[in-house]
């Protein structure tokens, strides 16, 4: 069965410090990794999909990266509005659909 | 072009009720995936819809079944509602043949 651990559950980092989440996925093939941003009580946006180890994408202060077995997201330089829980997600087959198997999310708070 | 939407924003319902949830797909997006994510968890998959049929199912009971209509839109049942139905239910969208999902705000059921 797919699975997908994030880690750390929750980060505290000062207005300008950077850091990394860990997203750590077992698949039987992969077929995309998603990277997601939601804020409290609303849906998740999405930020980045990733398809083969080595791949990189940027946005803003957020870069995503993908290795054979883990991604992880580069927040550099964080602004409070960067605060929000980021989801992973990899792509399973279901039946005849493709659905989205989540971790439980890091929760990033960024103060200024 | 508008994004997901979703209707109601919340309500609330007792055990033994039932509930429908509403949900407007993305312009062009003929693919509706529903998922339930509980307090602190991360989103987890119902089922999909695509060409008004259901072609994939998680691991959730019969009492939860759905609707695509032909403009795309779609409709998540629950019948029976359990205390442990309370959760916020989102709706997400794809484009033919690509595997990114766009979510909705969500609508947050809590069960009494």
């Known amino acids: 069965e797919d699975q997908v651990t994030q880690s750390p559950e929750a980060l505290r980092l000062q207005e300008g410090e950077s850091s990394s989440l860990n997203c750590s996925y077992t698949?039987?093939?992969?077929?995309?990794l998603f990277w997601y941003r939601q804020d409290p009580g609303k849906g998740p946006e999405f930020l980045f999909t990733l398809y083969s180890a080595g791949e990189e994408k940027e946005k803003e202060r957020l870069k995503a990266t993908l290795t054979k077995k883990e991604s992880f997201l580069h927040i550099t330089a964080p602004k409070p509005e960067d605060s929000a829980t980021y989801l992973c997600a990899v792509s399973s087959p279901q039946g005849g659909s493709e659905k989205l198997v989540f971790g439980k999310g890091t929760k990033l708070t960024v103060n200024p | 072009e508008t994004g997901v939407t979703q209707s109601p924003t919340h309500l609330i319902k007792t055990r033994g009720q039932q509930v429908t949830l509403r949900c407007s797909s993305q312009?062009?997006?003929?693919?509706v995936s529903w998922y339930q994510q509980a307090l602190g968890q991360g989103p987890q998959f119902i089922f999909q819809y695509y060409r008004e049929e259901e072609n994939g199912r998680g691991n959730f009971p019969p009492r939860f079944s759905g609707l695509q209509f032909p403009n795309y839109s779609s409709e998540l049942n629950v019948n029976a509602l359990e205390l442990d139905d309370s959760a916020l239910y989102l709706c997400?969208?794809?484009?033919?043949?690509?595997?990114?999902?766009?979510f909705g705000p969500g609508t947050r059921l809590t069960v009494l």
């Open positions: 698949v039987s093939g992969l077929r995309g």
């Open positions: 997400a969208s794809s484009l033919p043949g690509t595997d990114t999902q766009y």
């Open positions: 312009s062009g997006h003929n693919t």
